[in-house]
Each structure stands twice: as C-alpha cells, then as structure tokens.
C-alpha cells in the first residue's frame, strides 16, 4: 500500500526557514519522481518542487526558485523540501506526492499524504 506521510511544517515569521518531510512507504522511493504541492484557501493548487527518478533532475516554479530545495534520501524512504527566506504568501498546505509517469515530473500526481500546514506571519 503506497503511503506518504508529510511532516516539518508550522508557523514561521516572514524570513524563516522550515524543512518539510515526506516519508514514503510501500514503493521503492528511487523508482519514483516526488513533487511537492501546495493548496491554499481559495487558490489554485500549485506545484513547488520535483525530484525526478530517472536522472535527479529537480524542477522549481519562479515563485519558488532559489528559496526552495528539494532533496531524497532514499536509505530513509524520505524526501525533504527546504525552504528558505518564506514569505506570507508561502502560507498553505503542503503536500508530497508520486508522480504519474513515475520517472519524470510531469505535476500530475497519482498518491499524496494528509499535507501539513505551513503559516507564514508575524
């Protein structure tokens, strides 16, 4: 049974960092390419990160880029997203999920985890 289970988020003041984690069960993580999304009230759900399977390429949106990074350990079934320099705007639930070409980041999602809630203010 594939599982994802996201961890790490909370409250933060503008500026601050969080690392979220994603730990996977019930699939070989390396077989896999992770995303991570967000969905905030009222907005469209957006993609922020991926990690590909075939060759570890990652992929960013502008919105992101240079804040955020993704990475895998997968001796630890677990994928991080670090992010860095936050902003009110970061504020949503953040969830992890398998990529529906398994191998490549496509940002259309098969399998994701409960989320965790990241709150950007001071």
């Known amino acids: 049974q594939v599982q994802l289970v996201e961890s790490g988020g909370g409250l933060v003041q503008p500026g601050g960092s969080l690392r979220l984690s994603c730990e996977v069960s019930?699939?070989?993580?390396?077989?896999?390419?992770i995303g991570w999304f967000r969905q905030a009230p009222g907005k469209e759900r957006e993609g922020v990160s991926c990690?590909?399977?075939?060759?570890?390429?990652?992929y960013y949106p502008d919105s992101v880029k240079g804040r955020f990074t993704i990475s895998r350990d997968n001796a630890k079934n677990t994928v991080y997203l670090q992010m860095n320099s936050l902003k009110p705007e970061d504020t949503a639930v953040y969830y992890c999920?398998?990529?529906?070409?398994?191998?490549?980041?496509?940002?259309?999602?098969?399998?994701w985890g409960q989320g965790t809630q990241v709150t950007v203010s001071s």
């Open positions: 999920a398998t990529d529906q070409t398994q191998y490549y980041c496509s940002g259309l999602y098969d399998d």
């Open positions: 019930g699939f070989t993580l390396d077989d896999y390419a």
């Open positions: 990690i590909a399977s075939s060759d570890g390429g990652t």
